[in-house]
Antibody
Framework: EVQLLESGGDLVQPGGSLRLSCAAS????????MSWVRQAPGKGPEWLST????????NYADSVQGRFTISRDNSKNAVYLQMNSLRAEDTALYYC????????WGQGTLVTVSS | DVVMTQSPLSLPVTLGQPASISCRSS???????????LHWFQQRPGQSPRRLIY???NRDSGVPDRFSGSGSGTDFTLTISRVEAEDVGVYYC?????????FGGGTKVEIK
């Protein structure tokens, strides 16, 4: 069974940084692109970033380009999202999902940006 | 960016009756590889989104066959042949053909 478990969400002040992690199991991690998606309270999902199997290819939404960095460690079956210069509008539930086709999703980790 | 427009915003349905959700894209979703990367997601209350349909009409594993997807180019439809109580939630279409990936605004399905 595919499992994706996000962690690292927290309350952070505007301008701060946070690193999210996603631990994957139940599939051959190194054979799949991985993505991050967020959902602000009461809103629809917003795709943020996708990383290719090798980690050499990445894509970002304009809203996070230059502030967020996606990475992966195939030896640990994990994907990460480094978030810098956080803003109030980054407050959301952050999900990792398999592939750019967003197959299985995790349960999400909550990021709250507030002073 | 490709804009995905869903209708209706809200869909009250009677149990056992059919329901259809429309999704239109601002440009063709046919990829240069010939595939059309239009997917449908269901989000039940309090749960993570779950993909139901990928590439227009392919049901994900475990998805009941009362769910079906159709369409081409810029016009797509998700149909529930007979709505059940567990189908209550918000449904989103998403295009994976063009970067950035974009979602529709969602359609809330509720029981009358």
């Amino acid at each position: 069974e595919v499992q994706l478990l996000e962690s690292g969400g927290d309350l952070v002040q505007p301008g701060g940084s946070l690193r999210l992690s996603c631990a994957a199991s139940g599939f051959t991690f190194s054979s799949h692109d991985m993505s991050w998606v967020r959902q602000a309270p009461g809103k629809g999902p917003e795709w943020l970033s996708t990383i290719t199997t090798t980690g050499f290819g990445t894509n970002y939404a304009d809203s996070v380009q230059g502030r967020f960095t996606i990475s992966r460690d195939n030896s640990k079956n994990a994907v990460y999202l480094q978030m810098n210069s956080l803003r109030a509008e980054d407050t959301a539930l952050y999900y990792c999902a398999r592939d750019r086709w967003l197959g299985p999703w995790g349960q999400g980790t909550l990021v709250t940006v507030s002073s | 960016d490709v804009v995905m427009t869903q209708s209706p915003l809200s869909l009250p349905v009677t149990l056992g009756q059919p329901a259809s959700i429309s999704c239109r894209s601002s440009q063709s979703l046919v990829h240069s590889d010939g595939n059309t990367y239009l997917h449908w997601f269901q989000q039940r209350p309090g749960q993570s989104p779950r993909r139901l349909i990928y590439r227009v009409s392919n049901r994900d594993s475990g998805v009941p066959d009362r769910f079906s997807g159709s369409g081409s180019g810029t016009d797509f439809t998700l149909t529930i042949s007979r709505v059940e109580a567990e189908d209550v939630g918000v449904y989103y279409c998403m295009q994976g053909t063009h970067w950035p990936l974009t979602f529709g605004g969602g359609t809330k399905v509720e029981i009358k």
